[in-house]
């Protein structure tokens, strides 16, 4: 197989995680790039579901490293909780098969408290953070003065840090927000703890990737959040604090893009958005929640309910050009069973193929295709798919102008219809 970068192309929760479970089988590699454990990636297999949030969802194949790369920001304990929890229904990780960038950021307990005290502060104006301290973490890389995985095995570097970095925090949680002083010592003992348990798996990520490659080996890359959470070219501020497109697999995990060959965007047949921010496909009252319900769009992460709307073809063309995608994967079609028409947004009013720069008033324009009332979830090929559900994708298709190379059909890893040859 070819290198692949899978990323999702509209708020996140599009199915990432099942589809590059389904691709994994030919990779050597899947490496997470950036974002944390804001993302939650779902999979099931035999029945059973396994929700990830750090850990890249290559797991289920001990034949396949799993790379957490440079781009990623970490909260030890999360991780670390994440592999035990596996351990524990018996799918531990084999010995090397997990390996962590010694240069990915960590995410500190001042992180997750200022991000939650500033998304209080801002009321009724908040982003809708997932709370995990992400955007603290990305602020304080930027700021050049972040504390990075391999840190943690160095306490003399460690307490440095820390003793450079506490009293400015602490001033911000006490001074501004009004919240509790956190205790160095404290944090420094609970972190070296950390970096005993997590030392054996830091390595040079990059070199690792690098070394799969002259054997001939393949990488799949796996992204998190959606290309509207993207941080330059999302819905700015309501975004995630990475770049969460295509060409951020690059810079998140040392591989030249050179050796990028293909680039998957993952599609939900409808649209879905958690936090706040414009959703112009967004479904009235009574869709939101039958699309809610049937698609059982609640959360992996926060458990929160995610808005509801319709396909949105303008988007998926500006995510097509940002991420340069090659192929999409369609997911959730089951989802859209027995509606009696379906409303699809083909274009924004006034705007032809360029793509407005404030989605807040963009007004869709909306085209009805004839429903289906079959259950599709049992069809193991494509072609014992219905005409008006062939009809569906075939014209979201030529709306995207990307090929659908994967349609889903529900979320077990056996409920995955393909075509051509990347996922034959
Ligand atoms: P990710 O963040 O992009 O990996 O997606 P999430 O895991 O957050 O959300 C996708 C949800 O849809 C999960 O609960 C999946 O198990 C589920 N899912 C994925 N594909 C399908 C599908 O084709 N049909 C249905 N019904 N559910 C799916
Ligand atoms: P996966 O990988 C959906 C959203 C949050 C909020 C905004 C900023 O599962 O698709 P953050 O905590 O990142 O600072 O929150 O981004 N968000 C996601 N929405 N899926 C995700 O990840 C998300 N990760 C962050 O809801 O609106
Ligand atoms: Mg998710």
Known sequence: MPNVVVVGTQWGDEGKGKVVDVLSRKADAVVRFQGGNNAGHTLVVNGETVILHLLPSGVLR????????????????????????????????????????????????????????????????????????????????????GIRLGDLVEPE?????????????????????????????????????????LGPYLADAAGLLHRIQREGGSILFEGAQGTFLDVDHGTYPYVTSSNTVAGAACAGSGVGPTDIHEVVGIVKAYTTRVGSGPFPSEADGEMDEHLRKVGHEFGATTGRPRRCGWFDAPLLRQAARVNGLTRLALTKLDVLSGLDRIPVCVAYEGYDDEFPHDLTTAVPVYEELPGWTEDITQATALEQLPEACLAYVARLQELVGVPIDVVSVGPGRDQTLVRGDLFT
């Open 157 to 197: 570097v460690l307490r440095a840090k820390l003793e450079a970095a506490l009293p400015d925090k602490n001033r911000m949680i006490v001074e501004w927000h009004g919240g509790e002083a956190l205790d160095l010592e404290a944090i420094l003992a609970e972190y070296l703890a950390y970096g005993e348990r």
């Open 62 to 145: 001990e034949e396949c490293k799993c790379v957490v790369g440079n781009g990623v920001v970490v909260d030890p304990k999360v991780l670390i909780e994440e592999m035990e929890e596996l351990e524990a229904r018996g799918k531990a990780l084999r010995d090397g098969q997990l390996v962590l960038s010694r240069l990915a950021d960590v995410i500190m307990p001042y992180h997750r408290e200022l991000d939650i005290l500033r998304e209080r502060r801002l009321g009724s104006q908040k982003i809708g953070t997932t709370g995990r301290g992400i955007g603290p973490t990305y602020e304080d890389k930027v700021a050049r003065r």
